[in-house]
């Protein structure tokens, strides 16, 4: 695999999201389980980032711990230049509703709201006024024009999904977290969210930190940053699918 050096962030612009040694180990029936083993990097301000890797990777818990939903055993995870570690939960929530947005695959959707309530309910918790031409501009930019009074009940999978991607899309966070959030699209849908997502990376600096098992979903990425048995221990920068799935073949080997 070519990899990349991971060059450090100017000293006056801190990293979106810095990871400085990160650990995170479980406790199970067969004994610890070491989620990540020390991981250290820095996500660049209006960086597009993918991260892959084998099942049990820990890209997953790499994306909780970076988002503050999970702690780490040892290291220390800032956004910006603020230690999440050191705060306490109202803080931690605080930030997240203000500089955070999440999409995963459960969709995380509430059931009694419809999908126009769905998308402005983050402004509404971080009291913010709701832009209606906003919201309905948001759902129309992921292919739900015309069903913003539906409950997600009434949606499909994949229409509950771009509700959720059109939630953490509308909010304009410092950084989104996404979760496999085409796994459940079809191709078109999936081109057309992963076309938002760098739009946003490009033209409105946010950070963008997404996990995929997709080589075609993470060529639209800047960078590509692969993890094996908790560890990252690769780095591909402007590669294509065939590039990023030759190098997952590697990785599985």
Known sequence: MTTTPLPPAPAWTPAAVTLDGITRTYRSRAGEVHAL??????????SFTAVMGPSGSGKSTLLQVAAGLDRPTRGEVRIGDVPIGRLGEAARTRLRRS???????????????????????PARLAGRRVDRAAVLAALAAVGLDGLAKR???????????????????????????????????????????LELMRTA????????????????????????????????????????????AAAMSELER
């Not at 999440?102 to 709201?113: G, T």
């Not at 949606?155 to 979760?179: K, Y």
């Not at 993470?218 to 780095?235: H, N, P």
Request: aromatic share 6%; net charge negative; no cysteine.
């Open 37 to 46: 083993r020390g991981v250290t990097h820095a996500f660049a301000r209006g």
């Open 99 to 121: 500089s955070m947005a999440f999409v995963f695959q459960a969709y995380n959707l509430l059931d009694a709201l419809t999908a126009y309530e769905n998308v402005a309910l």
């Open 151 to 193: 409950r997600p009940a009434e949606l499909s999978g994949g229409q509950q999904q771009r509700v959720a991607i059109a939630r953490a899309l509308h909010a304009r966070p410092d950084v989104l977290f996404a979760d496999e959030p085409t796994g459940a699209l079809d191709r078109a849908s999936g081109r057309q969210v």
């Open 201 to 244: 990376a490009e033209e409105r600096g946010q950070t963008i930190v997404m996990v995929t098992h997709d080589p075609l979903a993470a060529s639209y990425a800047d960078s590509v940053l692969f993890l094996a048995d908790g560890l990252v221990v690769g780095r591909l920068q402007g590669a294509d699918a065939t590039a990023i």
